[in-house]
């Protein structure tokens, strides 16, 4: 039998990892708060002035990871024209038309931001194939294509803004149309984690913003119209939420 001194310093060294890596986790969320809050306080706010570049950084720091895991986890070939709705500069959407020739893309976006898109358009060899419109998704979002994308938009609103947003989308997109969200779904099991720091970020940076169980985001798109087909784990922390239009 091990010694009652031994057990001891066993469990004291076991609850000393625990509460190391607790810290540690803290410390990850707090330096990630840290760091995004000023571009969210300015996206709440509507207030950009000066600190335009500040959000455009944000938002380009979250489009060019997307654009690295999101075109090759979809089957893009089904369509004929994709909006990227908030799509900031156009990387994402630039990465989907390389790897799909038939395809021709809008970006969408405010205007001190989707400004950038058109060069990096012309930089890609794109301009032929792709342009950038400026909008506000929650007025409205260019109309008759047959796919629509959005990369983490939805989980920074609450319900009644996301509706605002799908529900303009609902009105333009084409009977056999899809809707695909790039975001964090959480998941159930030893992945959830993960999922729940994330949802405590956006709780902090956004107004109202949250992260959604596949439920949730079901019921979101069945109250603005559409139907979920499929939900695709890219990884842990990014799933590809496929959607149709509900037939009326």
């Known amino acids: ?53 500040v959000l455009c950084r944000f938002q380009e720091i979250a489009n060019a990871y997307a654009s690295t895991i999101i075109p090759s986890a979809y089957d893009f070939g089904q369509f004929k024209q994709l909006v990227n709705v ?25 205007p001190h931001v989707v400004n950038g898109a058109t060069a990096i358009f012309e930089q890609e060899g794109l301009s032929d194939r792709a342009k950038a419109e400026c909008g506000d998704f929650f007025q409205s979002v260019p109309a008759d294509a047959d796919g629509y994308i959005m990369s983490h938009i939805i989980h920074d609103w609450s319900d009644s803004k996301s509706l605002e947003i799908l529900k303009n989308i609902r009105k333009v997109i084409r009977p056999n149309g899809k809707l695909l969200l ?10 959830a ?3 729940t720091l994330m949802d405590l970020n956006m709780l902090v940076m956004t107004p109202g913003g949250r992260e959604r169980t596949q439920s949730e985001y079901e019921t979101l798109l069945a109250q603005a119209g559409f139907t979920l087909v499929n939900v695709i784990t890219v990884s842990p922390m990014a799933s590809i939420i496929e959607a149709a239009p509900t037939a009326h």
């Open 86 to 110: 908030g799509g900031g500069h156009g990387r994402l959407i630039a990465c989907i038309l390389k790897q799909n020739s038939q395809l021709t893309g809008v970006v969408s976006d405010l």
């Open 193 to 195: 984690i993960n999922s």
């Open 1 to 53: 039998m091990p010694s009652p001194n031994r057990s001891g310093l066993k469990s004291a060294t076991r609850n000393g990892l625990l509460k190391r890596r607790k810290r540690r986790r803290r410390n990850r969320f707090l330096r990630t708060r840290n760091i995004l809050r000023p571009a969210r306080q300015i996206d709440r706010c509507r207030d950009i002035g000066d600190k335009g570049p």
């Open 182 to 191: 790039a975001e964090t779904v959480i998941l159930p099991g030893p992945n």
